[in-house]
């Protein structure tokens, strides 16, 4: 399942075993806490580190929030093509088909990115694949503000697509891997709360730059994310898998702080990476074995349903969608629509720590079905009513609260939660190759929905939101039968709990 052998590791006498060799990354980007400390054992070098940056506390937290810039990368190429068809049309003389074809081509990159994410993070490192991902993000964006004709703009499109795809993986799984388990929902959280604050960049600063200017804005996340990828750890349970002890010791004693015990946690991932490593292929056959198919059942289910409940065709439509239920300023209603699920979704970032990831989907999912009804039942009451009376005006307004509390219902449970739970419950020996499925599938079904939303839309506003509503229900049924809570549970013991 990988291409990395995982049964090595230090002998009997201590010593790197040429297994052990074999499993060295790729690619160091280093980190400020090895910089002061060449040579020397781990509290040598642990004692340096403290010494030199004394007066800093590198905790988990910063870590989240410099990897952040990558879902904001991430949301700011979701948010692009939204305020920007009519000047990018017009300037270059591109068909509506043309432009259509512009906007899903980050979906195909990102399919792409998926496929690959999974070993390029298992071969290079959770840092390493972010540095590798921000690179074509940059290519992109300059190719889009240079464009003079098409070409340059799918070339450019296509390579933030695969940017994005990477990122898509790499940083939840990143996350997870260096939280404290009581934490560990709220630094998730932050990478959907990311994604967010990038399509609210994208639509507000839209509105006001040229969208060459804008597309040069785009590098701004992912040039400051590459420096910054110095100045933080790898993930320690990643270097332990990888069989270097000592970076993995020293990255958690960072991660945890210098005067934490940090030895029970040492033990607990040695243990989990030492059974991992007892078997070094995954047949197609031990797929149907309860460790494996129920986290990975739950784990693309989630990403799954979390599309197909319409939410990016009813994002990349929503200008449309409010124009047809008779919002004059449609483009102030988007933009607003934009800052209220990055309010909702900072709310979940407080939330899923206390209240509970299975909780939460419950709340959201449940939601998500009743406002989608609303919605429905208003289009078609529209629909069968004059145009300009007091009941019209009644439904628009009913139509448009709906949606409201419908994105802040996604916001709740289902925006963030499933690449938080997918994060946390793929067994370690097949993260890489699960985790890749898991992000395909879910960039998949984001591009269908996507495709299929205009024409679902144009063949009834009214049966469109009660499809999707169906779904969420279907959502909801999923979540109650399947989805384990993982609150205030290690990695491993939510390993161990699926044998």
Known sequence: MSFRDESGGEDSGGRTSPASDLRKPFLHTGSWYRMSAAGGGVMDRLESSA???????????????????????????????SPTQ??????????????????SLSN?????????????????????????????????????SFANDSSFLF???????????????????YIAEIAPQNMRGALGAINQLSVTIGILLAYTLGMFVPWRILAVLGILPCSILIPGLFFIPESPRWL?????????????????????????EVNEIKRSVHSSRRRTTIQFADIKQKRYSVPLMVGIGLLVLQQLSGVNGIFFYAASIFKAAGIENFNLATCGLGAVQVVATGVTTW???????????????????????IVSVSF??????????????????????????????????LGAIP???????LPVNIKSLAGSVATLANWMTAWLVTMTASLMLSWSNGGTFAIYAAVCMGSLLFVCLWVPETKGRTLEEIAFSFR
């Not at 070993?119 to 889009?144: C, D, F, H, T, V």
């Not at 690449?419 to 419950?425: G, N, R, T």
């Open 51 to 81: 010494y030199a940056l004394r007066d800093s506390s590198v905790s988990a937290v910063l870590c989240t929030l410099i990897v952040a810039l990558g879902p904001i990368q991430f949301g700011f190429t979701c948010g692009y093509s």
């Open 108 to 144: 195909v990159g990102a399919m792409v990115g998926a496929i690959a994410s999974g070993q390029i993070a298992e071969y290079i490192g959770r840092k390493g694949s972010l540095m590798i991902a921000a690179i074509p993000n940059i290519i992109g964006w300059l190719a889009i």
């Open 240 to 264: 332990a898998k990888m069989g270097k002890m000592e970076d993995f010791e020293s990255s958690l004693q960072v991660l945890r702080g210098f005067e934490t015990d940090i030895s029970a």
């Open 380 to 413: 078609f009451v529209k629909d069968n009513i004059t145009e300009g009376s007091h009941l019209y005006s009644v439904m628009s307004m009913l139509s448009l609260a709906g949606l409201v509390a419908f994105v802040v219902a996604f916001s709740l449970g």
């Open 86 to 103: 009519d000047t990018i049309i017009a300037d270059l003389g591109l068909s509506l088909s043309e432009f259509s074809i512009f906007g």
């Open 155 to 173: 070339m450019g499109r296509l390579l933030e697509g695969f940017g994005v795809g990477v990122i898509s993986y790499v940083v939840p799984v």
């Open 351 to 373: 939330l899923t720590d206390k209240a509970g990831r299975r909780l939460l989907l419950i709340i959201s999912t449940t939601g998500m079905t009743i406002t989608l009804l």
């Open 419 to 425: 690449w938080i739970i997918m994060s946390e419950i």
